[in-house]
């Protein structure tokens, strides 16, 4: 059987190396989710007399080889297969012969890439809940040990009032919770199987959408074909606004340790072994792991801008300039996952050094507390001395 | 009683000129939530006695009065104000006297500010689901309606196989449907209270949160005071990539419209009523509401990105640059429910041309259909005829 | 003569507001660039006879009572005319008859824009030079007389080396010297006379380019009629871009005089006059106006992704989106050069605390120095004594 | 000697490789320009007698024979090494001994990258003239032998008037001949030594910063010695402003000729070299490398952001966040150098379809004229038969 997509003429190797972009080396990401979503549709094409039970069983045992093989580091894609569904179907061929070819089947590579992006993106939102969790519970711990210490409050980056180091912990706390909430929407919004939609227009066959997405255990099917192609590129927008978001509060937290931690505060102090050295100044310690992690939140936003802007002023349905969706999104839970593990070891060596956080505060530092007073006296004999504890209320 | 932030110092008027900058414009769209938070607040201070029972009637009194107002189109904020908050205590201190200045006892200006954002982006994100609802029951109709048009279904921008005018409508409401989800996330974590935070480190008074929250009908308190200032923007931000969401289907809806009214398609007839004529060409009818839908997109996503790189690299606490989140704030709204409403009208005025959509069908259209027929007969003898109905299974 | 561009329906009122945006308020920037485009145009139309002498005069005579109402404030755009054109075309003709119509035969509305908006970047670019030396100068002013004050120089926000206050005040200086490279070539590239031009494809009339150039003294026709449209955007983005180079140096400078003026720090004093206070904390004198700059420069930065934005996807000729980069452009210049001089009361009332510089100076300062001695008494004993200047070779 | 940046304890492994990122990879670009810098440096310290006659002839043998490697593709910088400056040490230490610690006296790091990214760039922009002449050259030819073929000209995405081919290419002629002039500015801005700087600070060597300049052919000395760290960031979001506006202009050439090669229009036929097929459309014949370049301006400016916002909130003095600012940079010429020499391969190929063209005249394209004639007849019986050359004037 010929290709279905082989064609007369020879495509121009510039254009070739221009258009398979960096898709060989981001594919090696996607070689799981792939195996996955292929053993689902060979299991439904046996199951609409497609495929006999022994070709099934053959691409099967082929599938599994490969998943082997990538998770020992042996399978590669190749530059010149250009992705992962090309290496796969090589493989196949290769080994089995003809039964190879017909894995593809029924579908187009679009849906082959959607349902890649969106089995990897569950699994890889399902796992960056771990290193969250430990980061807030390590957060936690940091806020309760530090819940008496003393901090002065700013603003504007001025003095203000009495404050202490497990507020400020805490506020981190309480933000990252909130971040849970916006990767479970994105885990919602993802969780739906786009298999079978080949190229938004079905095919001529009687796909069994609703076995496919029982088989790849995705909650819900996406309807709507055509929509299945029109959020390409809004699901990865949405899963990487909630990566922005988590990103947003690494940045901020690094920016006031950075600050804390200067020669000026002495707040708090930065362990050895996550400072680097200067080339040329040797009593220099430096915080370059929270400064990049600064910009690492910048990286991750432009990549959710870089998705959105892609997006715009397109037309319905599958258009090429998609391709270029996946690497800010895979580049994204890279950044992420690894952001929050550095966090992590950086908030629990983390040293308070309480007499600093004491000196700091000088008598400014009380006028609000007087002035409540002052007016408390004047506004109200009733009122009877104040309560602390009413702040927190 | 002499007011707590007066100064022995004038401010330069360049300075205060460029400080306030448009807020005693935008405040006006913050009054009614202004005035909520406001009789909350006297309410509170009644209950731990801070304001008796008379004082705090009478500012409720003048509250109501400054809402029949604001309503009537006759409170105004002046520039020398700059926001809505100092408008408010100086009509309540001129007509009742000192009374009036006790309203802003136990709050910051941060306080006051986030509580109407919160309160004013509640009420708003619960009307956009008017238009919204509006919209996608339009396209249902729409859909339905054309459920048997047959449309050529593009991919890349070239015909690729039969579709249906149906299912290309269809995969907006199914888009729309999604954002729904965005605006409820939006929504769930916008409703925390904020009141009672000040500035960021408390006050010394018995302020009690709980009832400030009961009062204003949020779910649940702001428990972190730090956190209250420092999710200012943050939760800006998730407001505004759900409106960004809803913005970026109406732009594709509007791109395909654009297209597909070209007289190179004719597939749809714009009506008159929403066309612009030109100023040099008699026979021009341009779709300019609907190019500006697409623009508008951007604008929102511009505000979505101001705001983030706002965020960027501010410490912890309240600082003076956040200010600059409520103008695409409240401009992200306004943009968002307009646009849904001018859609509306387009679609329930789209002409369908089924006779120009049929001629779209050039041969090609039927290839893929063809390949996958003369595959299945070479596959296996064992597949009866194709089902079209499977398409979309 | 019945207008050109009258149809025979009517507009939804919804879709004419929605379309017509903010350009009835942002076109009041632009009467006096329009009134000089329209001058050139009555005198070219009357040099290829199109118009009689007596018809141009009368135009030019309603034109200059435009100017002059204009500039006493009397000249309103309402908002039922949309925009300048509209509202300059009604006024000559309520008040010559039928020949107020003729200013614009063989111009289309874009073209009044176009020429509308170089006319106007031109001005205020060219404006922009007098706050930009102006701040130069006070910052070489500031350099030259703290030139030997000594100051901690950072790096990774960690005390690294000696410096100067005068080194990094005139680190600024040679900063907004490259700005004013970047303006100077947004000046060049918008110095092109877009008149003529039509909507992009002429018209039937002997239209003499090269006179309306001569008029409004471009230094060059752009040629290219379709160029004319296409730029549209793509020279606001190149203004934009130099006006955030501008703010970003500013932005700069405000997170450096933020940082410096802390308690924790001291080395300047912000005068009071630029400060603001707190609503809550009678102490507090806050920098809002600094960090307003911060934000200030996001805002002007937004612009110009939202010009770089609205311009992708869009194909040749005019499109209705790129109505909405009038706003961004017009915004960009009003904040760079409000920031400019904002910046320069700034620079020439900070004051410069000597005493707390030098206990800025811990031993650390001099680890690099004194390993650099140690090195070169190692690497060679050719080297003479250190030799200070050499820094600065 | 001991290295002066030794330190006396182990950075954690994780953080190692965070903040070393895409270093390792990303500077095997540089290999070049740091060979270049390092034997202006050697140059420099021999004349200043910190190196003997010997050391440097040996260093710059060494250097040599690195350069040598790395053409030959043999020069390897290992992850551990984590970038070319450690790298080439390493080498020369291994191979030529102690001097080898000698060559990177009186610089620090920040020094070594502003040097090789201002030489990298410098090479970059010059050889980037070539693609882009190249392409302006074959739209010239492409202009020249289709100015006499009739297209419509369109605005609003409607047929407006009468047009042709030639002028639509011609536009962007005219539009990249504008980039070059924003190359040059980037160019002459990049064109600064900053060698000598160190940190930012100076060192305690007579320093000859005037030799260093003239050796690597930079045509000024960037003076404050401060501003060379400012300027990071700065420079690079110049260049990659300039190659935005290219990137701008050949997605608008793609939008145009995806356009106007769909079905609907067939004004040009695409040649097969240079089209991607579909995995399941036998017929598709996709413009995937165009969809590509409309996506990949994205991209640049997406880098272009990034930089930006990395900007946004620095204070004086290098920052670690800047080293995330090489990968945008480096990505951006790639991406620019390769899109300009595809471009030129499709538009020396792109076929015209007169026949087509010409068929797209339906009457309305002549109503301009038209109405313009009936104008003109009624304005003034002075003017004589129209001049269609009046309208390129």
Redesign the interface.
């Known amino acids: ?1 010929a290709k ?4 007369d ?4 190797k ?2 070739g190396e ?2 398979s ?1 960096e898709d060989s080396m981001l594919d090696n990401e996607l070689v799981e989710a792939d195996v996955l979503s292929n053993i689902a549709h060979v299991e439904m094409l046996n199951s ?5 039970a022994k070709e099934a069983a053959e691409l099967k045992k082929g599938l599994k080889e490969i998943l082997k093989l990538h998770k020992e580091g042996n399978f590669k894609i190749h530059c010149s297969e250009e992705d992962v ?1 090309t290496a796969i179907e090589n493989y196949l061929t290769k080994k089995y012969g003809d039964v190879g070819q ?1 894995i ?7 849906d082959q890439v959607i349902s890649d992006l969106r089995i990897y993106s569950k699994a890889k939102l399902l796992l960056l809940g771990e290193p969250l969790l430990d980061l807030i519970e390590t957060l936690l711990k940091f806020a309760e040990k530090s819940k008496d210490v003393p901090m002065v ?11 202490s180091v497990g ?2 912990a ?6 990252l919770v ?1 971040d849970l ?2 990767l479970r ?1 994105a885990y ?2 993802n969780n739906r199987s786009p298999l ?1 939609s ?13 076995l496919l997405r029982e088989l790849l255990g995705f909650e819900k099917i ?6 299945v ?3 390409r590129g ?1 699901i990865e ?2 899963i990487l ?1 909630a990566l ?2 988590v990103m ?1 509060d690494l ?2 937290l690094s ?2 340790i ?2 804390f931690t ?4 002495g707040y708090f102090t930065l362990p ?21 992690i ?6 991750v ?3 959710l ?2 998705v ?17 969706t996946k690497e800010p999104l895979i580049r994204g839970f890279k950044i992420t996952e ?2 929050l ?2 966090m992590d ?1 950086i908030i629990s060596k983390l040293k308070i050094n309480e007499s600093n956080l004491i000196k ?1 505060f ?1 008598k ?1 530092v009380f ?3 007087e ?3 002052l ?2 006296g ?3 004999s ?2 009877k001395s ?3 504890g ?4």
Request: proline share 2%.
């Open positions: 059987m279905l997509w082989q064609k003429y020879r495509l121009l510039e254009i221009f258009t972009g609409i007399s497609m495929l006999s569904h017909k593809h089947v029924g579908r187009s590579r679009n409050g700013y603003t504007h980056s001025r003095k203000a009032m009495p404050s507020l400020w805490g506020a981190f706390v309480e933000s909130d909430r916006l929407t919602i919004l079978g080949a190229a938004s227009y079905g095919v001529d066959l009687e796909i069994n959408r609703e996406q309807n709507n074909l055509l929509y192609n029109n959020s809004k927008s949405i606004f922005t978001q947003l940045a901020k920016e006031d950075i600050l200067r020669e000026e505060f050895n072994e996550v400072l680097l050295g200067s080339s040329i100044m040797p009593q220099k310690k430096n915080p370059d792991v929270l400064e990049q600064r910009a690492r939140y910048v990286q936003e432009s990549g801008f870089m959105l802007n892609i997006l715009k002023g397109l037309p319905s349905g599958y258009n090429g300039d998609l391709q270029l690894l952001s593990k550095v070891i700091g000088s400014e006028a609000a507390d002035a409540t007073r007016a408390k004047e506004f109200s009733r009122v104040a309560n602390k009413g702040k927190n209320k």
